[in-house]
């Protein structure tokens, strides 16, 4: 069976400040991992995707994130916060052959002055 | 401009009134899919299908119908709603390959409150 965890439903950084939403995932086959990110009021943007190439993967707006077998994380960082960047951001583990994918509870994301 | 279009985008209705929320996708993929987003549980999957008349249960199926008659349309139907079906729904479309199901591109979600 598959699960994700999020650290921390809410986190909350300084424009500027760097950004660090925590993401542990549980496989038994090696995974494919997502990042999604939902602004108010919307549908869910890919951000970014692991499918076993390059661990560490670079994704829209400055994110990336890197895929740590030994830790089993897919934590996801952005050296600068843009007040822009306030949203809910979901981590999500698959299967490579899998036909759904396994959510994490979210984290928001609060942007201050 | 590719995309997948869910309606409607939000609904009130009363316990028991049959209601049906479309999807629809104008990318020619083979596999879609339901979630329902509740607070503090993500997203869960009701409903998915690999193709044309072919749908199968995800972890929350209880209460939901689904039907794949043409490639592009994936409707969610509540036959009888209870107020626990109360979420923000979304619709998801991916292309498929012998099996593996590629990145899922998500409708702008359906809000649904049952009275």
């Known amino acids: 069976a598959q699960s994700v965890t999020q650290l921390g439903s809410h986190v909350s950084v300084s424009e500027g400040a760097l950004v660090l939403l925590r993401c542990n995932y549980s496989s038994s086959v090696p995974p494919y991992l997502f990042w999604y990110v939902q602004y108010p009021n919307q549908g869910l943007q890919l951000l970014l995707k692991y499918t076993s190439a390059a661990t560490l993967v670079k994704g829209i707006n400055g994110f990336e994130a890197e895929f740590k077998k030994s830790e089993t994380s897919f934590h996801l960082t952005k050296p600068s916060a843009h007040m822009s960047d306030a949203a809910e951001y979901f981590c999500?583990?698959?299967?490579?052959?899998?036909?759904?994918?396994?959510f994490g509870a979210g984290t928001r994301l609060a942007v201050h002055p | 401009e590719a995309q997948v279009t869910q309606n409607p985008r939000y609904l009130i209705t009363v316990t028991g009134k049959k209601l049906t929320v479309t999807c629809s996708q104008n990318m020619n993929h083979e596999y879609m899919s339901w979630y329902r987003q509740d607070p503090g549980l993500g997203l869960r999957q009701i409903y998915y299908?690999?193709?044309?008349?072919?749908?199968d249960k995800g972890d929350v199926p209880e209460g939901y119908k689904v039907s794949r008659k043409e490639k592009r349309n994936f409707p969610l139907i509540l036959e009888s709603p209870s107020p626990n079906q109360t979420s923000l729904y979304f619709c998801?479309?991916?292309?498929?390959?012998?099996?593996?199901?590629?990145?899922?591109?998500f409708g702008p979600g359906t809000r649904l409150t049952v009275l």
């Open positions: 999500a583990v698959t299967r490579p052959t899998g036909n759904k994918l396994i």
């Open positions: 998801a479309s991916s292309l498929t390959s012998g099996g593996t199901v590629y990145t899922q591109y």
């Open positions: 299908s690999m193709n044309v008349e072919v749908t």
